[in-house]
């Protein structure tokens, strides 16, 4: 009887130990299923935060993608625009050249009585946009012999200049009378064939503002004719008096404007 309590005493024993081992099984089972659907839980949770960023870095840059195109489009609107803008003003811009023959006085006596009134041109190159002007040209052709001093002596005065201008012109149908101010820089030479003043010679430059004031008529649509009245004050002093060779131009001519 003993040993038949002994043995069953032990294989009940055996068999709470088993399940025991069974729940304990169980119990590391669970939670190894938690900590594997938590890890799971946890892994999920950053790929979905992951996703979110990405998503979000997406969208911002689709944003800047998108604010860079409208502003790249802006931006090729304004340049399109100003091409517009420039080929409509360069289009309003004309160019005339012309050239102008005629006399010019010099206000001086003692060097008008010498030398004389004289024939002088001026060809020139300018730039009208809405009636404003803007050029450049040269004066010369003034050259002229006399005799001077007690004995008569040979002598030659010569002044050219460079002028640079601006004005306004008022487009009336054919008829253009326009008025422009600038400054010129002149040069003028004066010699005398002298035994005794062999070293004479006064080689000087000066400049002077001008004014003129004119009047153009269209024929045709881009040829006119032109005259004008313009007026220097050129006052030098090459020696030790003051010489005024200040005076009006007197001038006609011709040009065409493209």
Do not use: C
Request: zero cysteines; hydrophobic letters at 40%.
């Amino acid at each position: 009887m003993k040993n038949e309590n002994k043995e069953k005493n032990r294989k009940q024993q055996t068999e709470s130990k088993k399940m025991k081992d069974d729940q304990a099984r169980k119990m590391i089972k669970k939670e190894k299923v938690k900590r594997n659907m938590a890890i799971n839980l946890e892994r999920d949770n950053d790929r979905v935060d992951k996703d979110r960023s990405i998503d979000i870095r997406m969208i911002s840059m689709n944003r800047k993608h998108v604010h860079y195109l409208l502003w790249l489009k802006n931006v090729y609107l304004a340049i399109f625009l100003f091409l517009i803008f420039s080929w409509q003003q360069a289009m309003a811009i004309s160019f005339q050249a012309g050239a102008f023959y005629g006399q010019r006085q010099i206000v001086e006596v003692e060097i008008k009585n010498v030398y004389g009134q004289g024939s002088i041109y001026f060809p020139y190159l300018a730039f009208v946009f809405k009636g404003l002007i803007i050029g450049a040209g040269y004066e010369g052709g003034y050259s002229k012999n006399g005799l001077i001093g007690l004995f008569k002596e040979k002598t030659n005065l010569k002044i050219t200049g460079y002028e640079i201008f601006t004005g306004y012109e008022f487009k009336l149908k054919v008829l253009s009378p326009y008025l422009r101010v600038g400054y010129g820089y002149y040069a003028y030479k004066q010699t005398i064939e002298s035994e005794y003043l062999s070293d004479f010679k006064v080689d000087e430059k000066k400049g002077a503002p001008l004014a003129a004031v004119g009047l153009k008529i269209f024929p045709l649509k881009n040829i006119f004719l032109a005259a004008e009245i313009k007026y220097v004050p050129l006052k030098v002093k090459p020696l030790d008096r003051q010489v005024d060779l200040s005076g009006f131009r007197y001038l006609a001519g011709a040009g065409f404007s493209f």
